[in-house]
């Protein structure tokens, strides 16, 4: 089982409309969880993080957090053709020296 | 601000060959890691470094050699090129500041072995 799981995709969603991205994670003392957006050629760059139980919103962007299912979920409200790109999921496992990557989710917005 | 600079951009080389990926950051930050990312295993974690003189393996460090001498520059290494080695290098870096802080990124080597 790997430590970190996403849905390949991709996920194709209109434009307008809320693209609900998923990761589930292995280790259970993990405690801080991120989400990274890479465009095609280019370095990720954080978008949220999330370290407690719930929601968090920052803008369009929803982080989504259940310790106790080990499920993270990114919610992109309003989705635009700017937002189609890969979304990787990441997680502090076995302390915070190293930050594993889920594969990653392509997220297409069409018009 | 140039941030976490890497060099070069790209590279090909050949089987065998040595070839070193070079980092530099000017943030100050005491960690600096080493990614690599392929297609199918999103980026998986060949070395980090803690602070200058100290360094640990990640998930895949076999075919790799790293160093820190100081704490702005972390080259890797691969000391015998090979073709499973063609990937996209990514180096991160992050504060001590706060332990459970995020990665930034540099912009990557694209490297080719032939």
């Known amino acids: 089982q790997k430590e970190v799981e996403q849905n390949s995709g991709p996920l194709s969603v209109p434009e307008g409309a809320i693209a609900s991205l998923n990761c589930t994670y292995s280790?259970?003392?993990?405690?801080?969880f991120f989400w990274y957006r890479q465009y095609s050629g280019k370095s990720p760059e954080l978008i949220m993080f999330i370290y407690s139980n719930g929601d968090k919103e920052d803008g369009r962007f929803t982080a989504q957090l259940n310790k106790a299912s080990q499920y993270v979920s990114l919610l992109i409200r309003d989705s635009q053709p700017s937002d189609s790109a890969t979304y990787l999921c990441?997680?502090?496992?076995?302390?915070?020296?190293?930050?594993?990557f889920g594969a990653g989710t392509r997220l297409a917005v069409h018009p | 601000d140039a941030g976490i600079t890497q060099s070069p951009r790209y590279k090909i080389t050949e089987t065998g060959r040595q070839v070193t990926l070079m980092c530099h950051q000017t943030w100050s930050h005491s960690y600096m890691f080493w990614y690599r990312q392929d297609l199918g295993h999103g980026l998986r974690l060949i070395y980090y470094s803690a602070a200058a003189d100290i360094t640990d393996k990640g998930e895949v460090p076999d075919g790799y050699v790293v160093s820190r001498s100081k704490t702005e520059n972390f080259p890797l290494t691969l000391e015998s090129a090979t073709r499973s080695q063609t990937s996209v290098y990514f180096c991160?870096?992050?504060?001590?500041?706060?332990?459970?802080?995020?990665?930034?990124f540099g912009n990557g080597t694209r490297l080719t072995v032939t």
């Open positions: 280790d259970r003392g993990s405690q801080s």
């Open positions: 990441a997680v502090y496992s076995g302390g915070y020296n190293k930050l594993i």
């Open positions: 991160a870096t992050k504060g001590t500041e706060v332990y459970n802080s995020p990665l930034h």
